[in-house]
């Protein structure tokens, strides 16, 4: 069975919580895959990455 990453940091990473969820065909039924469902130290990383780019999306798109 496939089992998905996380995407934090632009790069795909492994979980570590060891708690995974089903990922579902929708035409099926059938469990196709499973998803790492993070932990508190992996959510604290992928919030401070955002945190880090927010003011460079912030100024896509303005004139200097």
Do not use: W
């Not at 089903?22 to 469990?31: F, K, L, S």
């Not at 992996?42 to 460079?56: F, G, H, N, T, Y």
Request: charged share 20%; aromatic share 6%.
């Amino acid at each position: 069975m496939q089992e998905l990453t996380h995407y934090i940091g632009g790069e795909h990473v492994k979980g570590t919580s060891g708690r995974f969820a089903d990922v579902y065909n929708p035409a099926t039924g059938e469990v196709q895959a499973k998803v790492p469902l993070a932990s508190a130290d992996e959510m604290a990383k992928a919030v401070e990455i955002c945190r880090s780019a927010k003011p460079q999306y912030g100024q896509i798109g303005r004139s200097p």
